[in-house]
C-alpha cells in the first residue's frame, strides 16, 4: 500500500459525540463492527447507512437492524433509476449494452421494493435520491425525476426524513421539492449550494449536511454557504468512501475522520468544536428522529 492509498490517521477525539449523517459503509474496506469501532473512538458514535440501490437498500436496512448505532436510509439513487428504466441496472459497461430496456414497470417494481423497506422502524429516512445532472444524460432526466418524485411521496407517506443527492441540479432540485411539496424534514446531503441557495434552503427549513469537501482550497463558497445556513439546520457527513477532507484528499475516506471536518465547520462559523459538534448532534437526531 502506497502512503497516497493508506487510510489517514485518527484525528483527535471530539469532546461531544456526533452522527455521520451520510455513509457508504458497504463501499468501505474493513468491517461494519471495524468502521463502528475507529469512529467510536474519536467519538462519531452514530452513523446513517445510505443505500443506493435495491441491493444497497436491503444492506442498509440489515444492518441498520443490527447495529442500534447505525440508521437506515433506503432509496434508488438519481443515476441508478433511469439505469433501471433504461435497461442498463448495475453498470455502464459494455455487456449491459442491448439488453432489453427494463422500462418504466421494472422502476415501479424496484420502488414498490423501497416503499416496503422505507416502512421498517430502524429505517430512518429515503433518499439518497433527487437529480444529477452531471452524470445523468438527457436521455435519463425523465426517469430521474419521476424516481425523485416518487420517492418524496414515500417519505411523506411514512413520515420518514429525505435525503436529496443534488449535483449540479439546484433549480430543479429546488423546483421539484416545491411542487410536491417537500417532507417534514429533508437533508440535502453533501451540501454543493452556494450562500444564495443556502438562504433559500434556511427559509424553507432544509437541513444542510456538509462533507469533506468544505475543507477543499478551491471550495470558498461552500464555507459562505456554511457562514450563513442557520446553526439548527447544519449537519456534518463524510459520504465514505468518497470526498476525504483535506489535508487527506484523495486518500480512502471513513466515519472516523467526520472530526477533522467538524474542526474546519467551527473554523468557518467561528465558533468552538464543542458548540459545533453539539449542535450538529441535535440536529442529526432532530432530523433522522432518532
Ligand atoms: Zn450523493
Ligand atoms: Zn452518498
Not at 459497461?93 to 423501497?114: F, S
Not at 469537501?213 to 468518497?242: C, G, I, S
Request: glycine fraction near 8%; charge should be negative.
Amino acid at each position: 500500500m502506497s502512503a497516497k492509498d493508506a487510510p489517514p490517521p485518527l484525528p483527535e477525539p471530539l469532546p461531544v459525540a456526533v452522527a455521520d449523517s451520510h455513509t457508504h459503509l458497504d463501499m468501505q474496506s474493513g468491517t461494519v463492527e471495524e468502521a463502528l469501532t475507529k469512529a467510536g473512538l474519536v467519538g462519531v458514535e452514530t452513523v446513517v447507512q445510505v443505500g443506493c440501490d435495491l441491493k444497497g437498500s436491503h444492506w442498509a436496512a440489515e444492518t441498520a437492524a443490527r447495529y442500534a448505532n447505525v440508521h437506515a436510509a433506503v432509496a434508488l439513487h438519481p443515476n441508478e433509476a433511469p439505469r433501471i428504466v433504461l435497461g442498463d441496472p448495475g453498470g455502464e459497461g459494455p455487456r449491459q449494452r442491448g439488453r432489453e430496456a427494463g422500462g418504466d414497470a421494472a422502476l415501479d417494481d424496484a420502488l414498490a421494493e423501497i416503499d416496503r423497506l422505507a416502512a421498517l422502524d430502524h429505517v430512518k429516512a429515503v433518499g439518497e435520491t433527487g437529480l444529477d445532472h452531471f452524470r445523468t444524460g438527457p436521455e435519463g432526466r425523465q426517469a430521474q425525476e419521476r424516481s425523485f418524485r416518487a420517492h418524496i411521496e414515500i417519505a411523506k407517506r411514512h413520515g420518514k426524513a429525505l435525503v436529496i443527492h443534488d449535483r449540479e441540479a439546484h433549480d430543479d432540485v429546488l423546483r421539484v421539492l416545491a411542487e410536491e411539496g417537500a417532507p417534514e424534514r429533508t437533508v440535502f446531503h453533501c451540501y454543493s449550494g452556494d450562500a444564495d441557495m443556502a438562504r433559500i434552503c434556511a427559509e424553507r427549513g432544509y437541513y444542510m449536511s456538509f462533507a469533506g469537501n468544505v475543507t477543499f482550497k478551491n471550495a470558498q463558497p461552500l464555507r459562505d454557504a456554511l457562514a450563513v445556513a442557520p446553526l439548527e439546520l447544519v449537519l456534518v457527513e463524510t459520504d465514505a468512501p468518497f470526498l476525504t477532507p483535506a489535508p487527506y484528499r484523495g486518500r480512502p475516506n471513513a466515519p472516523y475522520l467526520v472530526p477533522i471536518t467538524v474542526r474546519a465547520m467551527a473554523a468557518v462559523r467561528g465558533v468552538g468544536e464543542e458548540a459545533m459538534a453539539t449542535a450538529i448532534a441535535e440536529n442529526t437526531a432532530r432530523a433522522f428522529d432518532y
